[in-house]
């Protein structure tokens, strides 16, 4: 009978003025190996509503070309309900990371994230303004 191991940590990742997208592949990896959790699940959640978690080929082109489609969604300097509020300029801030959501669960196999050659996990900050952001992980799995 296998037993079931959860494991809880978190990274911290500094990002600029949004869109802005940098890889967090390798320390998710990293908190997997502190987990060694060998089969199962790793869940990310990006803390705070203006940030968000995909997964795309870290490349420049593909970077710029996300970057142009999530403004194209909801563009900067339009009229948004939340300005009308807090007159803080990030109305499209929240928009574009309700869209793309904070979190993302990622399959775990032979201890490792099970992801494709070119896909790589992906952290977005869409404010206004650079921020600290905190990323909360827990893996779920056997232990071998």
């Known amino acids: 009978m296998q037993l079931i191991s959860m494991f ?16 967090i592949t390798q320390q998710l990896e990293r908190l997997l190996e502190k987990s060694n ?3 199962g699940s790793l869940c990310a959640t990006m ?8 997964t795309i080929e870290f490349e ?8 142009r489609a999530v403004n194209r969604l909801a563009p900067p300097g339009i009229e ?4 009308k509020a807090w007159h803080d300029g990030n109305g499209h801030s929240h928009v574009q990371a309700a ?10 196999r032979n201890r490792r994230l099970k992801l494709g050659t070119w896909q790589q996990v ?3 900050n869409h404010d206004n303004r650079s921020r600290k952001r905190t ?9 071998d």
């Open 122 to 124: 992906v952290a977005i």
């Open 37 to 39: 959790v060998s089969s």
């Open 60 to 67: 420049p082109g593909v970077v710029e070309d996300l970057k």
């Open 8 to 23: 809880a940590g978190s990274i911290e990742v500094n990002l600029g003025i949004g869109p802005d997208i940098i890889d």
């Open 47 to 54: 803390v705070g509503s203006t940030g968000s978690i995909t």
């Open 80 to 83: 948004y309900e939340h300005e």
């Open 135 to 143: 990323i909360e992980v827990t893996v779920t799995g056997t232990v």
């Open 99 to 108: 869209l793309l959501g904070p979190s993302i669960a990622l399959p775990v």
